[in-house]
């Protein structure tokens, strides 16, 4: 059996960019790609970053009990598939899930092994500059995001791993301490 690492943070943490440079490195590695109901941002290709759905296809696939989990975060809707987890496991891969705090809790209750690795930005002011400098979100989908930023970081409380994005080189090497060791 492959071993599931789920990693999460704040929206405009680098996360992102954290797991592909892990992923380039460590290829043996599979990253779960969700469904969402939210709009492509630019350059996103369906079915590499998501699989962009239309809300009545997802809540079918909720229906038809599809995902392991799934969420709401920020009035969009995001689901992990259960086959892709079962499968790539099943087959001995060690297997990356990028979700929010609630999707990840979830997936320790359902699969307690999983390890739970939280990403925090160096801080909240921080956060604040590299969202908007992202320039991909409206003012208001920017606050909505700031504000789940606080719940994100109470539910961190309970995960078994913290890394300080500091620098991308740093987190890095702290991610392949935790995956690798
Ligand atoms: P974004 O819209 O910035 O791509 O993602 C917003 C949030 O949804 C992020 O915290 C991301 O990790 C989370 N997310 C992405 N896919 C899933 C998923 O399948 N399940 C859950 N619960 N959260 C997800």
């Not at 599979?30 to 290709?45: D, F, I, N």
């Not at 890394?163 to 987190?171: F, L």
Request: hydrophobic share 35%; glycine share 8%; charged share 30%.
């Amino acid at each position: 059996m492959g071993k599931l690492f789920v990693i999460s943070g704040s929206s405009g943490v680098g996360k992102g960019t954290v797991i592909k440079e892990f992923l380039n490195k460590h290829p043996e590695f599979k990253l779960s790609v969700s469904c969402t109901t939210r709009a492509p941002r630019e350059g996103e290709v369906d079915g590499v970053n998501y699989f962009f759905l239309s809300k009545p296809e997802f809540i079918k696939r909720v229906e038809n009990g599809d995902f392991l989990e799934w969420a709401e975060f920020s009035g969009n809707m995001y689901g992990t598939g259960k086959d892709y987890v079962e499968k790539t496991l099943n087959s001995g891969h060690n297997l990356i899930l990028e979700i929010d705090t609630k999707g990840a809790l979830n997936v320790k209750s359902l699969m307690p092994e999983a390890k739970l690795i939280f990403i925090l930005p160096p801080s909240m002011e921080e956060l604040e500059s590299r969202l908007r400098g992202r320039k991909t979100e409206s003012e208001e989908a920017i606050k909505k995001r700031l504000e789940s930023t606080k719940l994100e970081i109470k539910n961190s409380e309970k995960f078994d791993y913290k890394i300080v994005n500091d620098s991308i080189a740093q987190a890095l090497a702290d991610l392949e301490k935790i995956l690798l060791g």
